[in-house]
């Protein structure tokens, strides 16, 4: 399959009728790159959302978005319908997004499977569901975002990841999995350890901006 250069891409028009994606995904797999920038303009956003949360920089995620996309046209051929289309895009933008990670800061990634109590002692036990029930009663969506956005730059590398795949992006923990190459339970774990520490950096964040919870 011909490579789609940035040109190519920004210029392609997006068909206005509404097709089956495993049909758009097959008209894409044969050359059609209308068919192709439909999903583009599907999962664009999604997938922006993603790589933003994991550079945690607007230009590096624009970068890593593009970067994506360009894979995914170049290497459509590949995708055998194992999973979503979209999962396998996050698979891509994951990749992508951790290649630059390692550029830009070099490589500091730490291991999911070490023991919870490697950061000190976890008293809430499960899931965490409920982490940000408090946030979201005193906050709205988008001074949540912004919080939460800054708070998650603070975490290593793992642990902001898997919580994108699962918490931004809505993969299930079966697909983030197989994203990473892990099992289930240690991305399990892993979730678990990334909603706690973000719980207790927005709990001190609150604690030290108390003015706008009063607003």
Not at 96 to 107: L, S
Not at 109 to 136: F, M, T
Request: hydrophobic letters at 40%; glycine letters at 6%; aromatic letters at 8%.
């Amino acid at each position: 399959m011909r490579r789609c250069s940035l040109q190519n891409l920004v210029e392609l028009k997006v068909a206005t009728h509404l097709e089956p994606e495993d049909e758009l995904v097959n008209k894409a797999q044969t050359g059609c790159a209308e068919s192709f920038a439909v999903l583009v303009k599907k999962y664009e956003q999604r997938i922006y959302r993603l790589t933003y949360a994991v550079t945690g920089d607007p230009e590096g995620a624009e970068v890593v978005l593009l970067g994506t996309f360009l894979k995914a046209y170049a290497n459509i051929g590949d995708f055998r319908g194992q999973s979503r289309f979209y999962t396998w895009l996050v698979h891509i933008a994951i990749n992508e997004g951790v290649t630059k990670m390692r550029q830009r800061d070099g490589p500091y990634w730490v291991s999911l499977d070490r023991p919870a109590d490697a950061d000190g002692p976890i008293s809430v036990p499960g899931d965490i569901d409920d982490w940000r029930d408090n946030p979201e009663e005193s906050y709205s969506k988008n001074e949540l975002g912004a919080i939460l956005s800054k708070t998650l730059q603070d975490l290593e590398t793992p642990l902001r990841v898997v919580f994108v795949l699962r918490d931004i992006a809505g993969l299930s923990s079966e697909d983030a999995a197989n994203v990473l190459g892990l099992s289930v339970p240690t991305v399990t774990r892993g979730l678990m350890r990334a909603r706690l520490k973000l719980r207790d950096k927005l709990s001190v964040w609150f604690e030290e901006h108390p003015a706008l919870a009063a607003g």
